[in-house]
């Protein structure tokens, strides 16, 4: 008489429960699937950031299901029925198989780790920009009137070796703001150097206590050391482009020069060659 070892009592419990732990695995691997990119986590285990949450499960899975199914291999061959290692062949088989589904479905709708990350504009700090001026060579006369002594020394500016005379842009415009010239008259064995503002070089608006265009003449000395200074407003009597005149009426010195007039008057002509930027 054969006897009953009680097994085959247990394989209708033992399936349902494989069926039961396969559909669970399925739904965990779907969710973990379609929460993010689980197989990073395989290909980059080591990575400083670390592998995705699912893509640790995901290994293990495939770890404890390589394990299993070899335990199943086993028990097969030995005449025995592992139940236990079916349910983890099963349950690892349904938990890849969701996570590939649930990847494929997370990716398609763009979910959680799926969707596109939305990258916040990182704020920038505006540069201040600079100004171009242009420069050019100048041509500059003088004229002074009752200034016994003073004579004038037109000066010419340009490619033949001459320096010091010469014609500046108003900021990002070609209209000529100021004028210089290094010696454009003399008085005796000084030089005398002029400079002409044209417009207001601060753009600072000082009321009436400046205005413009305005001239300044200065008296150096053989050593090239400032001796007096004249200043005060001019006028504008033509001009033409990078041409011009302005006259000047009073220009004061401060301290007053012992020998030399307080006051100088006259006129100031330029002519500005071709622009180059600097």
Known sequence: MTQNNGQPHLEPLADVGTAALA???????????????????????????????????????????????LGVMIGLATGHRPYLGVAVVAACAALIAGIGVGSSYGSSRGLGGWAVARVTPTPM?????????????????????????????????????????????????????????????????????????????????????????????????PSGMTAYLWSGPARVVARDGTSGTVAFDALLADPAPSDLPRTLSGQLSWTCRAWSTH
């Open 125 to 221: 700090i505006a540069m201040p920009s600079f100004s171009t001026h242009l420069e050019a060579h100048a041509d500059v006369t003088i004229r002074l009137d009752a200034a016994p002594g003073f004579t004038s020394s037109p000066t010419a500016g340009g490619p033949d070796g001459t320096s010091g005379h010469w014609c500046r842009s108003e900021p990002d415009s070609p209209h000529v703001s100021d004028v210089t010239a290094v010696d454009v008259a003399r008085k005796g064995t000084s030089t005398i150097y002029a400079h002409l503002q044209l417009t207001n070089p601060s753009l600072i608006d000082l009321g009436t206590m400046l205005s413009y265009p305005r001239v300044v003449l200065q008296l150096g000395g």
């Open 23 to 69: 559909v669970g695995a399925l739904l965990c691997g779907f969710l973990i699937g379609a929460s993010g990119r689980p197989w990073s986590g395989i290909a980059s285990p080591f990575l400083v950031a670390g592998p995705t949450a699912g893509g640790t499960v995901l290994l293990g899975a495939i770890l404890a299901g390589a394990i299993a199914t």
